[in-house]
């Protein structure tokens, strides 16, 4: 290693990208699935209440420090294509660069700012009606209305987290596959 790759764009594209396919895969596959099975669902809840927010804002930061330190395409006679936005712009990369980089921002976004708020709202309003019910929402039916209808929001509004976070997964990898084919 040389003094000089300190200020490559390089090191820093790879590191964000290994950051943000580890930590998609570890949450979604690994650590989010234990904590459901060994957590008493309060604790559960407590405990993405708090990681959601740092996850998706993660899934939101990266894929812009991804587009600001593309790496310019080398070739035996030296550089050859843009590097940054510009790169990640450019027409050639239309699909296999900015496609899977925008959306993951965009499903990181949606999480982070529509989709998670939406869904703690829920919860709180789940929790709420706990009270009133003096039933969980988790118990076995019969619920009230308003328990059925705030289950039947949660249910919905969780799936489509779930799918936003798989699309996201699946953008990660695919751009794995786009610099990977920059290795050979």
Request: proline residues 7%; glycine residues 8%.
């Amino acid at each position: 290693m040389s003094f000089s790759s300190l200020f490559s764009p390089g090191p820093y594209h790879i590191i964000s990208y290994g950051t943000l396919l580890g930590t998609t895969f570890f949450h979604s596959f690994v650590g989010g699935i234990i904590a459901f099975q060994v957590l008493p669902r309060p604790q559960f809840s407590a405990l993405m209440t708090k990681i959601f927010p740092v996850y998706f804002s993660i899934q939101t930061a990266i894929p812009a420090v991804l587009a600001l330190t593309y790496p310019a395409a080398t070739s035996a006679f030296g550089s050859s294509g843009a590097a940054g936005i510009a790169g990640v712009l450019d027409p050639d990369n239309r699909w296999s660069v900015l496609a899977p980089i925008a959306t993951i921002f965009f499903t990181g976004l949606a999480n982070l700012a529509v989709i998670g708020p939406a869904t703690t709202k829920c919860m709180m309003e789940r929790k709420h009606q706990e009270t009133k019910d003096g039933k969980k929402s988790y118990d076995a039916p019969p619920h009230s209305q308003e328990m059925t209808a705030l289950n039947k929001c949660f249910s919905q509004l969780h799936g489509i987290s779930s799918l936003l976070n798989l699309g996201n997964f699946i953008a990660t990898v695919v751009y794995g596959f786009t610099l990977a084919s920059r290795l050979d």
